[in-house]
């Protein structure tokens, strides 16, 4: 088989490997560093960057008595992995995402096997499938020296981000973006910036950044959304998103360079 990367999760969860000096790696070997079973569907993943392979599974049950071995939520590992380790695990959470939801053909109902590393097809029927991206858009609103931020309802903690919102089937990712502040704000908005792109594995997202500038109206919230928001200033800033994700880049970056 060789050595390779094992990156294993159980649901939201991925196996590190604790060195005993506070900094955490994937597991390596030739072997999974946990026992399988013969339903655990082990899926191989593209290598990493220097041509290491990698490998990646779903267990039933979380590592808990082991003195060298931990569990780590996916958006935890942010901060206890090097940068290339956690995209890569968030392309394997979200392959075994998919790997669990397409079990069977979605024409004929017969048990689908995998084509290639990135695809199945059904035996019976020839259906083939691949893995789908829910795309959304992520924009930061200026007004002057002032910017947009909101709480979304579904947000764990207080702190404020961008409007932002799924991509429409039949729509371009600009017009989902004036149709997101509209919807979301009341607002109007010109000259749209693209700013860059992130994977969102959760659990199968990519998210399209923005930049654009107010160009009329009042806000008003969509309370379905959101809860709060409002234009601040650099000098009253609320509290703001994690480093991890592309709404605290834009934010980072409007700081950084205006």
Same mark, same amino acid.
Request: charged share 25%; net charge negative; hydrophobic share 35%.
């Given at each position: 088989? =060789? $050595?390779?990367? *094992?990156?294993?999760?159980?649901?939201?969860? #991925?196996? +590190?490997?604790?060195? /005993? @000096?506070?900094?955490?790696?994937?597991?390596?070997?030739?072997?999974?560093?946990?026992?399988?079973?013969?339903?655990?569907?082990?899926?191989?993943?593209?290598?990493?960057?220097?041509?290491?392979?990698?490998?990646?599974?779903?267990?039933?049950?979380?590592?808990?008595?082991?003195?060298?071995?931990?569990?780590?939520?996916?958006?935890?590992?942010?901060?206890?992995?090097?940068?290339?380790?956690?995209?890569?695990?968030?392309?394997?959470?979200?392959?075994?995402?998919?790997?669990?939801?397409?079990?069977?053909?979605?024409?004929?109902?017969?048990?689908?096997?995998?084509?290639?590393?990135?695809?199945?097809?059904?035996?019976?029927? =020839? $259906?083939?499938? *691949?893995?789908?991206?829910?795309?959304?858009? #992520?924009? +930061?609103?200026?007004? /002057? @020296?002032?910017?947009?931020?909101?709480?979304?309802?579904?947000?764990?903690?207080?702190?404020?981000?961008?409007?932002?919102?799924?991509?429409?089937?039949?729509?371009?990712?600009?017009?989902?973006?004036?149709?997101?502040?509209?919807?979301?704000?009341?607002?109007?908005?010109?000259?749209?910036?693209?700013?860059?792109?992130?994977?969102?594995?959760?659990?199968?997202?990519?998210?399209?950044?923005?930049?654009?500038?107010?160009?009329?109206?009042?806000?008003?919230?969509?309370?379905?959304?959101?809860?709060?928001?409002?234009?601040?200033?650099?000098?009253?800033?609320?509290?703001?998103?994690?480093?991890?994700?592309?709404?605290?880049?834009?934010?980072?970056? *409007?700081?950084?360079?205006?």
């Amino acid at each position: 088989m =060789g $050595k390779a990367y *094992w990156f294993v999760f159980c649901k939201s969860d #991925i196996l +590190l490997k604790d060195n /005993g @000096d506070g900094t955490f790696d994937i597991p390596y070997g030739e072997k999974p560093p946990v026992d399988m079973k013969e339903w655990n569907h082990i899926l191989n993943i593209s290598p990493m960057n220097d041509g290491s392979l990698v490998k990646s599974v779903r267990i039933d049950s979380p590592v808990t008595e082991s003195v060298k071995y931990v569990m780590c939520g996916l958006r935890a590992s942010y901060y206890k992995l090097e940068k290339e380790f956690y995209l890569k695990a968030g392309k394997c959470h979200e392959l075994l995402y998919w790997d669990d939801n397409t079990k069977f053909c979605g024409t004929c109902g017969t048990p689908m096997v995998m084509n290639t590393d990135i695809s199945k097809k059904c035996p019976s029927c =020839g $259906k083939e499938i *691949w893995p789908l991206l829910a795309t959304a858009i #992520i924009v +930061l609103v200026h007004k /002057g @020296d002032n910017v947009l931020l909101v709480h979304a309802k579904n947000f764990k903690s207080d702190f404020y981000g961008l409007v932002a919102g799924f991509v429409e089937t039949g729509e371009t990712l600009e017009e989902a973006v004036r149709r997101e502040v509209k919807e979301e704000t009341g607002l109007e908005i010109k000259n749209i910036r693209y700013f860059g792109s992130q994977p969102w594995p959760y659990p199968c997202g990519l998210m399209v950044g923005f930049n654009a500038d107010y160009n009329g109206g009042e806000l008003h919230l969509q309370f379905t959304e959101l809860e709060k928001g409002g234009w601040f200033t650099r000098n009253s800033l609320p509290t703001l998103p994690e480093k991890l994700s592309i709404a605290r880049m834009i934010i980072d970056d *409007w700081l950084a360079n205006g």
